[in-house]
């Protein structure tokens, strides 16, 4: 037979175990206690939500906000480069058109000297003043040459004085050992050319 516990407690007091008013005054404690650290926990986690989804919310506002900004400046600094360029473009334009004004101008003032316009009616439309002889250089075919040929360098033209007498002596040989058949006859009238008879 087993021995049997004795309780310390003592007659009149109330059983302090897991039965009792107490003990259900305190489990109700408890509970009401777990249920409201479930709904702190519980409008913790909402809030802490909340305040995610705002800053979320927040940042794409501010990002599509920044989004806009850039390209509006974008588009204006474009426009801004090209209206530069198109200033620079016309500023250039603007100093050639003064550089040729500026040109024309010396060209008139040289046109107000006399000796300038007799240089000009020499030199253009061959023009002599009173007492002189005009002289006219005509190429090998007999044309006159125009006022802007320039003559060749005589450097490069053959010296007639360098050849050796003996190179002149074996030509004169040569023609008199093989005669030209043909004689050109002297005309006995001499007409113009056709061009300045059709004139």
Do not use: C
Not at 31 to 51: F, M, P, S
Request: glycine share 4%.
């Amino acid at each position: 037979m087993a021995p049997q516990r004795r309780s310390s407690r003592k007659p009149g007091q109330p059983h302090q175990g897991r039965s009792g008013p107490r003990y259900a005054e305190r489990l109700k404690a408890e509970r009401k206690q777990a249920a409201r650290d479930r709904e702190a926990a519980l409008a913790r986690a909402r809030a802490e939500h909340q305040q995610k989804s705002r800053l979320t919310s927040r940042a794409a506002i501010l990002v599509l906000v920044l989004a806009v900004l850039a390209v509006s400046y974008a588009s204006s600094l474009r426009a801004y480069l090209q209206q530069r360029e198109s200033i620079e473009s016309l500023e250039q334009t603007i100093d050639d058109r003064q550089r040729d004004i500026a040109e024309l101008k010396k060209e008139k003032e040289r046109w107000q000297d006399p000796a300038y316009v007799a240089q000009q009616a020499r030199a253009r439309f061959g023009y002599v003043a009173r007492g002189e002889t005009p002289y006219v250089v005509l190429d090998a075919e007999g044309n006159p040459l125009d006022a802007s040929a320039e003559l060749g360098d005589p450097d490069t033209l053959d010296d007639p004085d360098a050849t050796v007498w003996y190179e002149d002596a074996w030509t004169s040989m040569k023609v008199a050992g093989d005669p030209p058949t043909e004689i050109t006859v002297p005309a006995d009238e001499i007409r113009a050319p056709k061009e300045d008879l059709e004139e």
